[in-house]
């Protein structure tokens, strides 16, 4: 069969895994270009033109025409296109709203704060992305901004997963993906670490949603693992001049 769209995408970016994932579960056959954040290629003139004037990714082009950013709306594409099957989209209006509940909750929350400390660790020290003020980076030297990650796994603990297995029901829906992709790019990085006595429901959880989506998950999470067991740093919050330095010395040999 032939692909019908292309997505750009980044493994370093958690919410391209989460939709690399989705299609790769679900088998969806696609093409798929990527665009190293590090180097500062979503920052290009030409980035913004030809592919995403919103200079991230993920984002997708259809054979229609049509450019498409913002995850939500992706997965919505996903969903209204049958690309992927009803399962993954529920028709039923409350189920898909809870989905999105989530996901909204998500961006402000365990997104941000996950992202805050990776960019924190890691990107802002590359020379092409640290000089722009773009995106999240003019959020993150705003130290208001710099949100405690442990409100969002409270939240996660106490409100999400009160009741039930998965975010938004007892069975995995796409919120678990993003979610959890936020989340590895820290655990992963070993930036952070879960701490199961306090966290319980949030590391069963973690755990049973890998097991749930792999192997596309750990094949999705590749890099993620291999440069978090190559910084064999203590794994705490604390981000040490040696983790940033160590980081950036492999990214720049890779
Ligand atoms: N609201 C957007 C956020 C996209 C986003 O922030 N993507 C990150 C990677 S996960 C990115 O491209 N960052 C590059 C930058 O901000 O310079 C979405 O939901 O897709």
Redesign the pocket.
């Known amino acids: 069969m032939s692909s019908s769209f292309k997505l750009f995408y980044d493994y370093f970016?958690?919410?391209?895994r989460s939709i690399i994932i989705l299609l790769e579960h679900n088998k969806v056959v696609y093409e798929k270009t990527s665009v190293a954040?590090r180097k500062g290629e979503?920052l290009s003139k030409e980035y913004g033109q030809n592919v995403n004037r919103h200079?991230?990714?993920?984002v997708i082009h259809d054979n229609d025409g049509l450019r498409l950013?913002?995850?939500?709306a992706i997965y919505h594409y996903l969903g209204r296109k049958g690309i992927i099957s009803e399962r993954w989209y529920p028709t039923d209006v409350k189920k898909l709203m809870k989905i999105d509940e989530f996901l909204q909750w998500n961006?402000n929350s365990l997104l941000l704060t996950t992202g805050s400390i990776f960019y924190e660790a890691w990107l802002k020290h590359f020379k092409d992305?640290s000089g722009t003020e773009?995106?999240?980076?003019k959020n993150v030297r705003d130290p208001t901004n710099f949100v405690d990650i442990h409100n969002s796994l409270n939240m996660l603990e106490n409100v999400w997963l009160e009741n039930k297995k998965f975010l938004v029901d007892d069975e995995p829906t796409y919120a678990e993906l993003i979610a959890s992709c936020a989340l590895m790019q820290v655990v992963g990085l070993r930036l952070f670490a879960i701490d199961n006595e306090k966290y319980p429901k949030v590391s069963r959880w973690l755990q049973d949603t890998k097991d749930y989506f792999n192997p596309e998950f750990d094949t999705a999470h590749q890099y993620i693992y291999k440069y978090g067991e190559r910084f064999n740093g203590p794994p705490k919050i604390g981000l040490t001049i040696r983790a940033v330095l160590f980081l950036r010395n492999l990214m720049n040999k890779s």
């Open positions: 970016s958690p919410l391209s954040l979503h200079h991230k990714v993920p950013a913002e995850t939500v961006h992305i773009h995106g999240m980076m």
